[in-house]
DNA sequence: CTGTTAGCGCCTTCAT
DNA sequence: ATGAAGGCGCTAACAG
């Protein structure tokens, strides 16, 4: 039904190969026959099919992102980034959501292959040491957003300081004046393998260190991800003998819950109890939430980017992206009460 | 780099039409040359390369799903109904997201083509009436979730009777003994033309009607989606001479405001004011928001597997199916206080 | 400048 | 049951 190549050839009196190049912009066409073309084309409302055009020129033109997206804001907003930017460029991009350890197990052996895609992205996630060197050795050029360790140095990656971040919050908090600072986060260990909390958390214990604040281990509780979750962690917190005067929640979603469990025990923010969380999502501007903005969308788009050069000039070495963080001081942060 | 199926055809010693078969699950092979032929697959861990056979197929293996997701918690459900149902099958599926209106006409236009797509997916988004005739012609299968209209009708489709859905949650209220009741949507006219916060109203006016309660114009407000929006609007309308003792909020994300809204007042939930909700979000149980349940999950899933069908076998007129929708009464509604 | 030709990797007849 | 050949629509290299 949709005409080919072929037939705005014939219809242009021209041949095929003319109308290729026609298509592909080259310079060495007499305007007059371009236009005759270009006419055919638009009479035929042709389109050149993109699949035959992947096949002749042996690339994909498809970018893969590997993604857990639908478990929170954080990672719709990276999402975000990712098809904004490739919705400019040539590129479609086919979507892997990763629910399970299996499937990301299954998607990182089969996604990246170049019969699948160019390019693949690879959003939150940190393979484990036996993906990481397959990865590496993979002829397909990966970026990997939002997931750092030790032993990622070979693979191209954009992540934000979560280190950095954790001190930078939990620094605040101490120059505010608090030294009973609690800290609410994810498990540390998941099957996922996700590194921001442990990352947060090392910062925050750099802090405390840094300011000869000691740490005590009744004041970190992790669990599920999640306002509830946390709320209930929270509440368990604020009922110790000594509670903490300030706490520091992994993420703006789960310091909200700690929000809200200040609030079922009466106590009043910032005045009684100082909140900070982490993302700076939509929802935090409007609470008034301190936090700690990460450039979720930005990170996306710079993943994105940075997969397209390596795509045109191949790197030479792994590349490795810092994006900076900025803690958002709002109304849920003070000096504690006396 | 990537083996391929002539590749595995010498190896195996066979020609490649055998090789073909086999990957197609031919019958008509030996059982021993099948056995041949699959060790040297596994031995070349060769994987038959998609383009190409979509070129040969003339089939694109992809659903295209048009979307305007990022906005709001219930469309990431769908879109996980969808993403998950396409998982199963041999379909990858590429995104489309739609941030405006000018994006949504271009994809209206350029997606639904056979050398895009072997189906689409529109998500929430109601084609106007020029859309709609051209869409209706499509040679490839599109079906709406989420979207309707009167002028649909010659589009499939899977939706939720928002009509019943705005009637079940306003006869809730009415049930209970309210007459002073309130309703808080989004814009009834956007760019994007969405319908559900139109139909949810005429719910709740043919509600009131038959229950013979007035309807009063102070009793409607609208205003951008989201939830501080909502509180605003919420906290206007409890500040009525006569303000209403329930309030049905167009989604569980307005809700959420009016709930607030009604705390900035010192009003309790459900003694001074019922507030009922619409879609049932994750968050909703917590909460223990009264609520609309619609089916987001399954939405996406059914509407691909209503894709699939018809790509299967062409319907011959358009398929309409509308998803129930169910009352879940929690902790936010009650008696008017005397 | 432009027409022609040879693949890209796979599927599908058509013979054998 | 299986090998060989043609074609899917396009690009690129090669003549002219």
Redesign the pocket.
């Known amino acids: 039904m949709p005409s080919?190549?072929?037939d705005v050839a014939k219809q242009a009196?021209?041949?095929?190969?003319?109308v290729?190049?026609v298509?592909?912009g080259s310079p060495?066409?007499?305007a007059?026959?371009?236009e005759r073309v270009l006419s055919a084309i638009a009479a035929l409302n042709f389109i050149?099919?993109p699949t035959?055009?992947r096949?002749?020129?042996?690339k994909t033109l498809t970018i893969a992102a590997i993604v857990p997206w639908f478990t929170r804001p954080a990672e719709v907003e990276r999402l975000r980034g990712v098809e904004n930017t490739l919705a400019e460029s040539e590129y479609d991009l086919v979507l892997y959501n990763v629910e399970t350890p299996e499937k990301r197990d299954t998607y990182f052996r089969d996604v990246p292959r170049s019969e699948r895609a160019d390019g693949v992205l690879i959003v939150s996630l940190s393979p484990r040491d036996d993906d990481v060197e397959q990865l590496a050795h993979s002829t397909v050029p990966i970026v990997l957003v939002d997931a750092n360790h030790p032993s990622l140095k070979s693979l191209n990656r954009v992540i934000t300081d979560d280190v950095a971040g954790g001190y930078a919050a939990t620094r605040h908090l101490i120059d505010l004046g608090h030294t009973c600072i609690g800290y609410i986060s994810d498990p540390l260990e998941t099957p996922f393998n996700f590194t921001s909390s442990r990352d947060r958390m090392q910062g925050y214990r750099q802090a405390l260190t840094a300011a000869g604040v000691p740490i005590r281990s009744d004041y970190y509780r992790q669990g599920e991800h999640g306002r509830y979750e946390a709320r209930r962690l929270a509440s368990e917190m604020l009922q110790l003998p000594e509670r903490p005067t300030a706490i520091f929640a992994a993420s703006d979603t789960q310091a909200l819950g700690v929000l809200e469990a200040a609030q079922d025990r009466n106590l009043r923010v910032p005045e009684d109890l100082s909140v900070i969380g982490y993302d700076d999502i939509e929802i935090s501007e409007y609470i008034g939430l301190t936090t700690i903005r990460q450039m979720l969308y930005e990170s996306g788009k710079r993943g994105v980017e940075l997969l397209l050069e390596v795509l045109e000039a191949p790197a030479t070495k792994p590349i490795y992206e810092v994006l900076p963080t900025e803690l958002i001081a709002r109304k849920t942060t003070a000096a504690p009460g006396i």
Chains 1, 2 share one sequence.
């Open positions: 080919t190549i072929r009196g021209v041949g095929l190969g003319t290729s190049r298509i592909n060495q066409v007499s007059e026959t371009r050149p099919n035959a055009r096949l002749s020129l042996g």
